[in-house]
């Protein structure tokens, strides 16, 4: 079953542009994942965000958690052309249960 | 340095072959997990451990079976090989952390392909 899902599918922009990408999910959640996955590769996990937490930051990454709206962002700023990738949100609803992906967002970032 | 290996990057098989897929962690990560990951489908989870000898089923089980006789190795069986079972697969372990899990490490995947 899938919970989170990633707005837009697709997304190309020049690099130094920002990016935004959107997650929304349905149920409750402990906490909320971000991966990414170059390529024929497997996910690298990005960050992590708790259910009280509203944003964090990691390098030119910014998430943000609005649980009232059941919906996370993730922004890379002055992206870049090796940012190309696709991005998953995850979600963790309680316990030690397994994380629930969504079907990601594709980005290219063109140089 | 966290890893998450799996046996094969690439592997071609014929339908009806039984069919081993293995994942090794060295973190000693109690929990481990097989995801299948296709196009437009995003990951779809195919069974999970949390302990030596235990299994759980995700999402899409039928067609598969997993073996964990050790901690740090989860293996994926496909009893019969079929065409729908052309696929990325994809291998993680995660600590269950206090209250929730923390992230998920993943193996390289496997791009496996049966004619």
């Known amino acids: 079953s899938q919970q989170g899902e990633e707005d837009p599918q697709a997304l190309s922009i020049q690099e130094g542009e920002n990016a935004t990408m959107n997650c929304s999910y349905k149920t409750s959640i402990n906490n909320l994942q971000w991966y990414r996955q170059n390529s024929g590769r497997g996910l690298v996990h990005l960050i992590l965000?708790?259910?009280?937490?509203r944003e964090k930051h990691s390098g030119r990454l910014r998430v943000t958690l609005d649980t009232s709206k059941k919906s996370s962002s993730l922004l890379i700023t002055a992206s870049r052309a090796a940012d190309t990738a696709s991005y998953f949100c995850a979600t963790v609803l309680s316990g030690n249960t397994p994380l629930v992906f969504g079907k990601g967002t594709r980005l290219s970032v063109i140089a | 340095d966290v890893k998450v290996t799996q046996s094969s990057r690439y592997l071609v098989k014929r339908t009806g072959e039984k069919v081993f897929l293995e994942c090794v962690q060295d973190m000693d990560h109690e929990n481990m997990f097989w995801y299948r990951q296709d196009p437009g489908l995003g990951l779809r989870l195919i069974y999970f451990?949390?302990?030596?000898?235990?299994?759980e089923k995700g999402d899409i089980p039928e067609g598969y079976s997993v073996s964990r006789e050790k901690k740090e190795r989860f293996s994926l069986i496909l009893e019969s090989a079929s065409t729908n079972q052309t696929s990325m697969y994809l291998c993680?372990?995660?600590?269950?952390?206090?209250?929730?899990?923390?992230?998920?490490?993943f193996g390289p995947g496997t791009r496996l392909t049966v004619t």
């Open positions: 451990s949390y302990d030596v000898k235990m299994k």
């Open positions: 965000i708790r259910s009280n937490e």
């Open positions: 993680a372990s995660s600590s269950p952390g206090q209250g929730a899990p923390y992230e998920q490490y």
